[in-house]
């Protein structure tokens, strides 16, 4: 256990680390605005000129909705810990509020796009939810000063993946950008296993009947506002997008009610199960909601999604998790990476469906290409995320950033100030 005069010293460093790391970035970031950004009237127009793509631009109400979603309803779905509501809210919208500066400005330099507008916010708000997946796998493991870290760093590596499948593999801008549950369930998997394990006796790590209704509050928001998510940067496909996302999510639901009931020991629904099952329709049709030609089709992945959810939460904590010694303190591979692998294979053989009705199956060579290049884009994707994720989690383990004692895991008191009653509730 950690003495006196090294709580005194971790509480010292803390504060001038975070403060400093903070007053650090926001200045770099003001002063790279200043001299970086052009005005911003008439963005959108050269923005989608340059990118030769066609869409409406983004609406305001469409914008709120996924802000909504990304800080409040992901920063309650993460309040699953029964000592760390304070650290799973603030943190999140900290890292937010700083990764969307940090994300505009790496597309402005990276990508040479045309500064700020509402388009670019988009995008960066989308590419945040990487961040905030990967801080689910590691949440109450790393302090504020990791995830600060983790957040720049994990946008760049996404930024590049990104880049590496439109310019090699003919990924469209919007659909790149959707790739985000993939990176960020792999990454945040391949960071957690360069943290420490928590004690076996440690308490701390498991939820309460409050918790779980805050975290499942943030799950029905996050739900609420799935279909703008999806749609936000889509092209022409804006409404059939909204209509294939909000079906499958309807049927995610349903089914994660039912899945629940049939797999629990005494036939009661389970709140982990509705928790986790109920988004894996919006995983699910993602990247292939404005292929989906038929609501049925939608209608069968959501159904597919909440399924492998469900028997994977169980799989994977039983089997895989201990194998690989993982803690995966909010289950981010079954909630969001199973169902983006079946999401990605599912879009794989829409495309060649539709590229093979567009040819009359007549031009095998197209389909198989087609085909190639779709499974390398998702490929590409999850093992450039495991790789970078473990290069970060090897990073964010140096003495420079003091990592959290074991002891200290899964509880605010080492970052908010906390009231006796609430820490005996």
């Known amino acids: 256990m950690p003495s006196q005069s090294d709580s005194l010293g971790f509480r010292c460093g803390f504060r001038c680390s975070v403060t400093g790391l903070n007053l650090l970035l926001q200045a770099l970031l003001l002063i790279r605005s200043f001299f970086g950004f052009p005005d911003v009237s008439d963005n959108y127009s050269s923005l989608v000129s340059r990118a030769s793509f066609t869409s409406s631009p983004v609406s305001y109400p469409a914008f709120q909705d996924v802000n909504h979603m990304v800080i409040f309803g992901f920063g309650f779905f993460l309040m699953v810990l029964r000592r760390y509501g304070f650290s799973s809210t603030g943190f999140n919208f900290l890292l937010v509020v700083l990764g969307v500066q940090f994300s505009v400005l790496a597309e402005d330099l990276l990508c040479r796009t045309a500064g700020c507008s509402l388009w670019s916010l988009a995008k960066a708000l989308v590419s945040m939810t990487a961040v905030v997946i990967s801080t689910g796998a590691v949440l109450g ?19 590049v993946s990104r880049w590496i499948n439109r310019k090699f593999l003919e990924v469209p801008e919007h659909l790149s950008v959707m790739h985000v549950f993939l990176f960020g369930a792999y990454f945040g998997l391949a960071l957690a296993s360069r ?22 509050l943030g799950t029905v928001f996050v739900w609420v506002f799935w279909p703008s998510f999806n749609s936000i940067l889509a092209g022409s496909e804006k409404m059939k997008t909204v209509l294939s996302t909000y079906l499958a999510l309807t049927v995610s639901a349903v089914a994660a009610f039912m899945l629940s009931a049939l797999t629990s020991k005494d036939g009661k629904f389970r709140m982990a199960d509705i928790r986790s099952a109920v988004l894996a329709g919006g995983v699910t049709v993602s ?26 939460s169980h799989c994977v904590q039983r089997c895989f998790n201990p194998a690989l010694k993982l803690q995966d303190t909010s289950g981010v591979h079954f909630t969001f990476g199973l169902p983006a692998v079946l999401g990605a294979v599912a879009a794989v053989v829409l495309r060649v469906v539709a590229r093979g009705t567009e040819t009359q199956w007549n031009e095998l060579s197209r389909l198989g290409y087609d085909a190639f290049v779709n499974i390398g884009a998702f490929c590409q994707t999850i093992s450039t995320a495991l790789v970078t994720g473990l290069v970060t989690g090897l990073i964010l383990n140096i003495k420079l950033l003091k990592a959290v004692h074991v002891s200290k895991y899964f509880d605010d008191q080492s970052y908010w100030e906390v009231s006796l009653k609430m820490i005996s509730d």
Do not use: C
Not at 141 to 159: D, R, S
Not at 201 to 215: M, V
Not at 298 to 310: E, F, K, N, P
């Open 141 to 159: 493991k790393a302090n504020p000063v990791q995830l600060i870290v983790m957040t720049l760093v994990e946008l760049i590596f996404f930024y």
């Open 195 to 216: 943290f420490p394990e928590a004690p076996p006796g440690l308490d701390k790590n498991r939820s309460t009947p409050k918790s779980e209704l805050f975290s499942v």
């Open 287 to 312: 990247y292939t909601a404005e292929l989906i030609k038929h609501p049925w089709i939608a209608m069968i992945l959501g159904l597919l999604g909440s399924v492998i959810t469900i028997l994977g």
